[in-house]
């Protein structure tokens, strides 16, 4: 609980100590005339030249912003496509299924030449 | 409920010149608190310069003619604290800020007059805005609070500690004034 130092003496003396004082002849006409100057400084950047302030960005920064852009492209770039991925896969199915087919083909044939080797080209053979 | 005033803070942004008609309002509240934080006339108008140079970059988060003067009071307790760490100021008491004598030499006495200021300017940063605050501004003890940034316990305890530190001296004075006055 604030307990106030009882003295109405001293802080009448205080009050008329600290009371208001009138600012120095032409106080008001200085202060506009720093608020005018700091108006002049900040109006370039009022109209967005921001191309300018990009280049006053300091040479780090800026480094900085095109490794990063770099690297959003790279991998934009990397991501393989689904449908690129499934259309190759029926190419390979394809393939192989031809690959197969021509195997079969060959084996096929290469059975009924042993066959001709074995019991002459026109022997039937029997079950018997 | 009233809608605040935004008289002064629209004219300020259409216009810098503008910004005139808030410094026309608080100019005596600036430079009273400056002033009375380190008594010497010609920091006080530099941080009051600095204090509105502050306002004007952060108009735009304004809302109302109160919250101007709020915000200034605040902008200004802080550049005066922050000046005196900064330069180490040393305190002084600017003869030029006390009324000149008038005979017969009534209230306000010099001397006296003389020596509070001395002692107040004497007193650490904070407690001394705490003071200043107090007994020009007229602000509760929640408003000097805020305004500082401070808990309201802390305020009541440097606002009595400071008036502890002025009274014996203060006190002493008188008897001197009134044995002078009575001797005459």
């Not at chain 1, 790279?74 to 990397?78: D, F, H, M, Y």
């Not at chain 2, 800020?97 to 005979?103: L, T, Y």
């Not at chain 2, 002078?180 to 005459?184: A, E, G, I, L, W």
């Given at each position: 609980m604030y307990r106030p130092v009882d003295d109405p003496g001293l802080e009448r003396e205080l009050r008329r100590l600290l009371a208001r004082a009138r600012p120095p002849a032409g106080f008001r006409a200085r202060v506009m005339r720093r608020i005018r100057d700091e108006g002049e400084d900040r109006a370039p950047r009022k109209f967005g030249l921001w191309w300018l302030q990009l280049a006053l960005l300091r040479r780090g920064a800026l480094a900085l912003a095109v490794c990063a852009c770099c690297v959003l492209l790279?991998?934009?770039?990397?991501i393989p496509d689904p449908s690129d991925h499934r259309a190759s896969e029926d190419r390979a199915a394809t393939v192989a299924e031809r690959e197969l087919a021509e195997v079969l083909q060959l084996?096929?044939?290469?059975?009924?030449r042993a066959q001709n080797v074995a019991f002459g080209p026109d022997e039937e053979i029997s079950d018997d | 409920m009233d809608t605040p005033s935004t008289r002064l803070l629209d004219a300020a942004r259409d216009d810098p010149a503008?910004?005139?008609g808030i410094v026309n309002a608080t100019q005596g509240l600036v430079f009273s608190i400056a002033l009375g934080f380190f008594r010497n006339r010609q920091i006080a108008e530099d941080v009051s310069q600095e204090a509105y140079l502050a306002l004007f970059r952060n108009l735009h988060k304004l809302r109302s003619d109160l919250h101007v003067v709020n915000w200034?009071?605040?902008a200004t307790t802080r550049k005066c604290i922050d000046y005196s760490r900064r330069i180490r100021h040393r305190p002084?008491?600017?003869?030029?800020?006390?009324?000149?004598?008038?005979?017969?030499?009534a209230e306000p006495d010099p001397l006296l007059a003389s020596e509070l200021g001395r002692r107040v300017a004497e007193l650490p940063p904070k407690m001394r805005m705490v003071v200043i605050l107090r007994f020009q501004e007229d602000l509760k003890l929640r408003e000097i609070a805020e305004t500082l940034e401070m808990n309201v316990n802390t305020v009541k305890t440097q606002l009595r500690r400071a008036l502890i530190r002025l009274r014996p001296r203060v006190e002493h004075l008188r008897q001197e004034v009134s044995y002078?006055?009575?001797?005459?």
């Open positions: 790279l991998a934009v770039l990397a084996a096929g044939s290469q059975w009924v | 503008g910004f005139e200034l009071r605040q002084f008491f600017d003869l030029a800020a006390v009324d000149e004598p008038r005979v017969p030499p002078v006055s009575t001797s005459r």
